[in-house]
């Protein structure tokens, strides 16, 4: 989603200005092409150079820098923007731009721009609480600044409290969000879930799966970015990036199906990612078991099927991770579980499935179609099934 998408990365003098350099880094592998503006101030924690060579394009550090003859470089900074991010942004800059003060590249740049701008405060605790800072925050966001609130922790001054700059994957989580906030997904309700569920065999153990969660998660966030209101069903919770999505945490596979029935009611899609583990114990011991004896046999009863048991007009969208025939045994669940779409993998193909980062996929809808995807990133994958979940809510609602 980042791909070819001209962000602006305004940068200003504070000890946080290193971590400037990760954001450039990460946005510019993401494919996006970013340029730098730098405040004089910020040229005292980092140099220029180092983001030129990490963005592989020109810094602007002045005013008086012109890229041609005939262009002034922050109104074609502006224009060109589809997002501005200030990531630090200090005391200063939040002030100066809610005064409407343009007296540096770095104001003029923001002032002049129509695309959305995402501030990312670092600064002392005192500073960042005062009443002042509060009230320039709030009549910038009223204006449609968007904020991404500063972190507690160790501070620069050797304080600790609120002020350190934002993690970075919630900085760039929320660009996606306001990338995608217009996208074919605006205004809809998606339903996701992740992670493979526990059924608990004692207090202490139970019966799981390896499922990672990425692919739910990828899932979460590409609808996010496309601008669906998203509710991420999910038995991992430690995923770094969550901007904009509702995490509901659950364990076991009547969990996930009671928190399924309550979010279902207001979608438009439903994306089942989860390994619901298939039997669970019969009943689970109240105390841990004791090693006593040299055997153990322990009752195991069906888990509901959520997928073939859910009903409600909205697109259905189920997974199935085969060893053999993929696309007859997706076929049938398809038709068993009354799915729109189906996302078949081939789990003995080591490169893709349970915990990796890639995935290769054949999507199968109900019509017979079938799209034989490449070997590609979780991310990407997610894309392509929220473009098709996009294709059927157009046609079809
Ligand atoms: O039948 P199978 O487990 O292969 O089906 C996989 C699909 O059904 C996945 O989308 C999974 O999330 C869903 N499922 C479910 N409830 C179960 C088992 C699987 O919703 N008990």
Known sequence: MLKDKKIVLGITGSIAAYKAVDIASRLTRAGAKVEVVMTESATRFITPLTLRSITMRPVVTGMWETSSEFSIEHISLAEAADAVVIAPA???????????????????????????????????????????????????KASGFVFVDPGAGRLACGRAGVGRLADIETIIGTLRQVLGRDGDLAGRNIVVTAGGTREP????????????????????SAARDRGAEVKLITTITCMPETVGIDVVAVDTADDMNNAVKTAVKEADALVMAAAVVDYKPQATAKSKIKKDSDA?????????????????????????????????????????????????NDITDKSCGFGADSNKVTIIDKSGRVEDLPLMSKQEVAEKILGRVAELLISER
């Open 201 to 220: 065999i004692d207090p202490v153990r139970y019966i799981g799966n390896r499922s990672s969660g990425k692919m739910g998660y990828a899932l979460a």
């Open 90 to 140: 200090t005391a200063n800059i939040i002030a100066h731009l809610a005064c409407g003060m343009a007296d540096d590249i770095l104001t003029c740049t923001v002032l002049a721009t129509r695309a959305p701008v995402i501030i990312a405060p670092a600064m002392n605790d005192n500073m960042f609480t005062n009443p002042v800072t509060q009230e320039n925050i709030e009549k910038l």
């Open 296 to 344: 153990l046999s322990i009752g195991m009863v069906k888990t509901p099927d959520i997928l073939a048991g859910i009903q409600g007009d909205f697109v259905k969208v189920g997974f199935a991770a085969e060893s053999e025939n993929l696309v007859a045994n997706a076929k049938k669940k398809l038709k068993a579980k009354g799915l729109d779409l189906i996302v078949a």
